[in-house]
């Protein structure tokens, strides 16, 4: 990889230039740092002039790309170059750690030198400008015309300093008035520097020196030099390679453009589409042009027209309005946008202004794609990389566009090293021009000509899981968007008339789904055409062989599932191709995907020539194919397989981060669709029985009969294996009044966390809005959140001030089980309910559906008195509830209901048809954060840099206090030496960085925010303020954590090592305790050592443990283990984050090995320990157990932090609150059996998950299986409903129960297993055909 891990080998020494020593001639050095390499060869040239031309003077220069400073050599020259040096220039200095650097050295020169000029760049290396009497360190604290004029640009321009230091150029003279002499010579020698500096042409560079020379450097003074003033280039306008000049003015840009002699009859006029094309003007001016010229000239031969823009500054959203829009109609005049600048539209990398740059794409309403320049590195740097683009790159140039709404994050053009000039990627520029071209005419051609391949996913393969995505009833959804595409002019001929008879013509069973072993064949592509078709099917030769191989295909075809009508495919993806295989799992890097699975994309491209893909729901296996990180190569596998299709993939909402993947490896334009409405779980059976006892307990508990329910409330718990969750007595025991109270009140608030758990009631269908039921569980949950920042008082608190208590007082006592907060904590979430309730009824129609919220909710608002919900609150204790702080709540709830109600999912997936711009929003937990509502809108993540939050923090602190107080008390007293833990990237982004301030918290260390708010930093916290010692922690990543947040990896890292570096006693510092004997044990540095942060090899995902277990593809659990440990010990090292993930497992086993907790957190109500297999995936607990020389088993620990009020339960108190609310819930299995064929494939996910848990931790009680077994096999009703809805999954349901007894995870009567043997057998031959 890289010689020393650092993203870039380039030397400064190919930008340094050293005249002949001539006798008389003065030298003036210049030492310079730059973000990019554009101004080199510009400056060069202007140099070299100088040097060549003039005899008085010559010019020594040497500069740095910002980057190469973190090399320890590069720095050390850098300070040398600085010690002998005139004059110092920066631009462009936004890398936090980095500018640190600068200013450093810098300061420590800058009396000395003569003069000093930095150029847009943090406001810590702005303040280093010296030029004569003029100096910027008096911004922000000076009461000076100037600095008063700049404080007031910089609050004004909303889209950063550069903007402002161009107003500043233009309204100048009207400031220097003000200024003493002396000093407006010297300010206006700085803007016209500036103007120099932006102007970027050799002329203007060497005239800027010559300038700086004659007026500030001592021994050029008295040559008597002149030289020219700035030559000004257009601020913004119009550029094409081949025009004569700049244009301001689009007409004229037009007229010039149809005149041209090169151009084919069809680019003329109007027939061809039009991309608008936004460049970054500092190239143009220096002549750095060849990237651009390029793609130009690509995207005409292409066949569209080109109108390429430019701006000076970093707001490119003027232009846009400008020269976007046909001059006479006023209308859109591009039907598509790329960007190559890779800036944000508003404000480039230093401070951006997103919802103005969506209000301008908004009003243009066209696909925008932000392509990138390679900036960090070089091209074969980064085509050598596994992680592709340059981190920083990632956070400024991906993540930062995306919230604007930009797609496509293709790299265009790389630089060259010694010249540091850009050149263009000629296959990627190919690639950008035609998925251009392809949006653009998404625009112009007729719906009912439109191309569409709806893909539908099968994991694990098999059919009983055709149509798999998170939370989405997929037929019905396929079905209702269909119809609405038909009403809508697409030809969808022959669409059957509900989604049972779809299932039917795609799955090709008739007969109640049996008699078929095979999905519907489509098409069988011959092998000559496959590989005719395929250019890339070579490199899958490695992993599969020669074509066509055994999956997909029927030994001499390939073969694509699914069926066609009228111009819409419905395809179904292939799978990995190696989840059965128990050896390719144990690999460390994923295997390439297999010849059926590309044959798949190449027939939707090349036979069935689709306009645009449609992938239904999260998620497929496309974007977590091999490749680099971010920014495809044409080697990377995510970039081959989707080719020239525009890419629309509707993803849940509240799963950001994967979505981020797919819009990055797999250029999605990704739709997002509510998960489904949250209910209360409520109670059944036992249950039930035990929560009326209660009641009856509360009446009667002074009167003689207060013993003898509470013995029937203890035996109920007996039964219900809630003695595994409270300490219970015997039932004969004789209680005191208050210990009676103790027991019922433990057990009271056992029932209320059950009762009031959310869980999503049956799948989602797209299009469909939710019920007043609905609405009302998800009100509550958003009402009883505190909002600070918004000024909002959660209703749980509002109502508990009513009564005197502080809210946070009552849900401690609830915690630990005191009766009367149990009761209170129950009556307050019932009046929650039924205030809430009161409110939506306002809008809600006699079927039960919230409509027309807005007017309806008008007339509410305006009524000053008699509100609904203070009218529902009269009736109850909380009556004197301050009703000003209750309206301000409800207003906010009503501006949420209204989004809840908004869908704009079917909206959104018309407009990317159409090839028109969708509204970007973020991702993440509607109950969190609203702002995600309403949904189908293009989902992104959030600026990388901006984690953790000081919100975040304060969450974290509690959690991990919380997390130590638990361990202790269960641990003798003594904290735990180390805590191995996973973080996620949804998670992450959900809460702003609150696991990532849980790792932070438990070394004792927290974050500091540089000058622009972004978290780059971290310091020690003092042990005598952190009042308990430094726990150590092994940090899983998930490889979506690693992709999204690989800056905050290297945070992660630092702030590890710094701990371990503390000169602290290894009894309060227990990082350093291990990293010091690690260290003597492996011969390593101490620093070495403390490395904690693993993930997978770059470009994979996952432990696979998953895969085995789903498929059932393992021997025993050591091959588990071996799996996590092959696949999950790769390293990510802050001292040369460019070498991406090492390998490091001898360290990982050691660390692991001191592990006294295992950890992980659960966010959001929809997601819990085993509705996915994420979880028990990445969990080591036996592996820890497995490697701790006591073999003790570690305590293993989850944090819920989907309420207001954050628990920390034990790993298998979690798994047990999971069944008793989902699998075994009526409520919840019925809700998902009326979703037909995919509800029994979530019951089997479940217990297939529950299984995942035995075999990874070994904490699931045996009356699960029992219990489910009595509910899902003894029941004969539901096993018939079962089998009759899909036989498939039922039959996996039953092999599971047979694989949990016969590893030894559930003991059963033999009677039990006799049965589920026979039923096998059984369902094994009905799918087979065999009627008996």
């Keep these: 990889m890289m010689g020393n891990g650092l993203f870039t080998q380039t030397r400064p020494e190919v930008r340094r230039i050293v005249p002949e020593a001539k006798p008389g001639t003065k030298v003036v050095k210049v030492v310079y740092v730059v973000l990019e390499a554009q101004y080199q060869s510009a400056l060069s040239q202007a140099v070299r002039n100088i040097n060549r031309t003039r005899k008085d003077l010559n010019v020594e220069v040497v500069g740095y790309l910002v980057e190469e400073l973190r090399d320890p050599e590069n720095y050390e020259m850098f300070q040398k170059d600085l010690a002998d040096a005139n004059v110092f220039i920066g631009s462009l200095i936004f890398v936090e750690e980095l500018a640190q650097k600068v200013k450093a050295a810098v300061e420590a020169q800058r009396d000395r030198m003569d003069a000093v000029l930095v150029f847009p760049s943090m406001p810590e290396v702005m303040r280093l400008n ?317 719906k009912a000509d439109k191309k569409l391949a709806i893909t539908v996913f099968s994991f694990p393969p098999d059919k009983g899981n055709v149509g798999t995505a998170a939370y989405l009833n997929v037929f019905s959804s396929i079905h209702s968007v269909l119809t609405e595409l038909k009403k809508d002019g697409y030809n969808v001929e022959g669409l059957p008339e509900n989604s049972e008879a779809l299932i039917e013509e795609i799955i090709h069973d008739k007969e109640a789904k049996y008699n078929s072993p095979d999905l519907n064949i489509a098409y069988r592509m011959e092998t000559r055409e496959y590989e005719r078709l395929t250019p890339y099917h070579k490199a899958l030769e490695e992993s599969w062989g020669k074509a066509p191989g055994k999956l997909n295909s029927d030994g001499q075809n390939l073969l694509v599932y699914g069926r066609q009508f009228g111009n819409v495919f419905i395809g179904v993806q292939p799978t990995f191709g190696y989840e059965g295989d128990p050896m390719r799992l144990l690999f460390s890097k994923s295997a390439s995907p297999h010849h059926g699975f590309a044959a798949y994309y190449t027939f939707l491209e090349h036979i069935f020539e689709a306009d645009a893909v449609l992938h239904f729901g999260t998620h497929g296996s496309l974007e977590f194919m091999p490749g680099k990180q971010v920014g495809m190569s044409d080697m990377c596998f995510p970039d081959s397989l989707i080719g020239n299709i525009p890419n629309v993939y509707y993803y849940a909402a509240n799963n950001p981060s994967e979505a981020t993947i797919a819009k990055r490896r797999s250029y999605a334009n990704t739709i997002s669709y509510l998960t489904p409405p949250a209910e209360n779980a409520g109670l059944y059976k036992g249950l039930k029985q035990l929560s009326e006892l209660i009641s009856s307990y509360q009446g009667l508990k002074d009167t003689g009969r207060g013993q003898q329910i509470v013995s029937s409330i203890i035996s109920t718990a007996k039964q219900c294996n809630l003695d595994k969750d409270v300490e219970l007595p015997e039932e004969d025991a004789v209680l005191e009044a208050e210990e009676r109270d103790t027991v019922v009140g433990r057990v009271y608030g056992k029932l209320m966390e059950i009762e009031s758990r959310l869980l999503p009631c049956g799948l989602h269908v797209i299009g469909e809005p939710p019920s007043a039921m609905e609405a009302v569980a998800t009100l509550v949950n958003i009402g009883a959140i505190d909002r ?76 000053n008195f008699n509100e609904p919900w203070v009218k529902a609150l ?122 990532l301030g849980q790792v932070l918290s438990i070394v004792g260390v927290r974050p500091v925010p540089d000058a622009l708010g972004r978290v780059n930093k971290v310091e020690a916290i003092p042990l005598e303020e952190l009042g308990r010692p430094r726990v150590d922690v092994v940090v899983n990543c998930s490889g979506v954590f690693r992709d999204l947040f690989i800056n905050q990896m290297n945070l992660l890292d630092r702030a590890i090592k710094l701990v371990a570096e503390l000169d602290e006693p290894d009894e309060m510092n227990f990082v350093r305790k291990h990293a010091k004997e690690q260290a003597a044990e492996l011969g390593l540095s101490v620093r070495q050592a403390a490395t904690r942060v693993y993930s997978n090899a770059s470009g994979s995902y996952s432990s696979n443990v998953n895969l085995a277990i789903e498929n059932s593809s393992w021997n025993d659990e050591k091959q588990l283990q071996d799996m996590y440990l092959s696949r999950k010990s790769f390293a990510f090292d802050s001292d040369s984050p460019g070498a991406g993930m090492a390998e490091r497992r001898e360290i990982f086993e050691k660390a692991l090995a001191t592990a006294d907790a295992t950890f992980q957190n659960l966010d959001s109500s929809e997601i819990s320990l085993t509705d996915v297999s994420h979880y028990f995936d990445s969990d080591p607990t036996k592996l820890v157990q497995s490697l701790r020389g006591d073999k003790k088993k570690p305590s293993a620990y989850i944090a819920d932090t989907t309420t207001a009020n954050a628990q920390v339960r034990t790993l298998s108190e979690t798994v047990r609150l999971d069944a008793r609310t989902k699998m075994l819930n009526p409520k919840w299995y019925e809700g998902m059996l009326s979703s037909g064929y995919e509800g029994v494939r979530e019951i089997e996910k479940r217990l297939t998950n529950t299984m995942g848990w035995s075999a990874t931790s070994g904490t699931v009680d045996n009356w699960v299986y029992e219990e489910a077994n009595s509910t899902f096999i003894e029941d004969e009703e539901m096993q018939k409903r079962l089998l009759e809805t899909n036989p498939n999954s039922f039959r996996k349901l039953v092999a599971t129960f047979l694989e949990a007894n016969g590893r030894g995870y559930w003991e059963t009567t033999e009677d039990n297993i006799d049965r589920l043997r026979q039923l096998y057998q059984d369902v094994e031959d009905r799918i087979e055909g065999i009627d008996k």
């Excluded at 307050?828 to 009161?838: E, F, H, P, V």
Aim: charged share 25%; glycine share 8%; with cysteine.
């Design 788 to 863: 600070p920042e918004e000024k909002i008082r959660g209703l749980p608190g509002i109502l508990a001030r009513a009564v005197g208590r502080d809210i946070e007082d009552v849900y401690r006592g609830n915690d630990k089980g005191v009766l009367k907060d149990v009761t209170l904590l129950n009556d307050i979430t019932q009046a929650c309910r039924t205030a809430i309730g009161a409110f939506v009824e306002q809008t809600t129609n006699s079927k039960g559906q919230v409509v027309e919220v807005a007017s309806k909710l008008g007339s509410v608002f305006g009524l």
């Design 130 to 446: 010296k030029l004569g009497t003029f100096s910027m360190s008096q911004l922000g604290q000076s009461q000076s015309a100037i600095a008063q004029f700049m404080r007031k640009k910089r609050q004004e321009a909303g889209s950063g300093f550069e903007e402002s230091m161009l107003k500043l150029i233009r309204t100048l003279p009207k400031v220097l008035k003000y200024l003493p002499t002396d000093k407006a010579q010297d300010a206006r020698n700085f803007i016209m520097s500036l103007q120099f500096w932006l102007g970027g042409s050799p002329d203007n560079l060497e005239n800027f020196l010559l300038m700086i020379s004659n007026s500030y450097v001592p021994d050029a003074k008295d040559l008597g030099i002149t030289f020219s003033d700035p030559v000004v280039f257009l601020d913004t306008g119009i550029w094409h390679p081949l025009a004569p000049t700049m244009y301001d003015d689009v007409k004229e840009y037009l007229n010039w453009y149809d005149t041209r002699k090169d151009l084919p009859a069809n680019l003329k006029g109007d027939k061809a589409p039009v991309v608008g094309v936004i460049l970054q003007r500092s190239h143009i001016v220096t002549g750095d042009d060849a990237h651009y010229t390029a793609v130009v000239m690509e995207m005409e031969a292409r066949g569209a027209k080109v109108v390429p823009i430019f701006a000076g500054g970093l707001d490119f959203s003027n232009p846009v309005e400008r020269f976007f829009y046909n001059p006479i109609s006023k209308s859109t005049m591009v039907d598509c946008v790329v960007s190559l600048t890779g800036f944000a539209l508003v404000g480039g990398p230093a401070s951006q202004d997103h919802p103005r740059a969506v209000q301008a794409l908004q009003k243009l309403d066209v696909p925008y794609l932000v392509a990138l320049p390679l900036v960090f590195q070089t091209t074969d740097e980064w085509m050598d990389s596994s992680l592709g683009l340059h981190p920083i790159q990632v956070a400024l140039q991906v993540a930062l566009p995306e919230l604007d709404g930009g797609l496509e994050p293709i790299v265009f053009s790389g630089r060259d090293s010694r010249t540091g000039k850009s050149h263009a990627l000629y296959d990627r520029v190919e690639q950008l021009c035609t998925r251009a071209v392809k949006w653009a005419e998404l625009k112009r051609k007729p």
């Design 874 to 995: 009269n009736q109850t204790k909380f009556s004197g509830a301050d009703k000003q702080e209750m309206r301000t709540l409800f207003e906010f709830l009503g501006f949420c209901l209204e989004q809840v109600t908004a869908d704009n999912e079917l909206g959104g997936l018309k407009q990317a048809l159409e090839g028109r711009f969708v509204e970007p929003g973020p991702g993440g937990d509607p109950i969190r954060n609203p702002k995600v509502l309403p949904t189908g809108k293009n989902i992104h993540a959030l600026d990388p840099q901006a984690i953790p939050t000081t919100a975040a923090m304060l969450s974290a602190k509690i959690v991990v206090d919380r997390l130590l107080e638990r361990q202790k008390v269960e641990n003798d007293g003594k904290y735990p030496e180390t805590i191995a833990l996973v973080l996620w990237g949804t998670d992450n982004i959900k809460t702003y960085g609150e696991s």
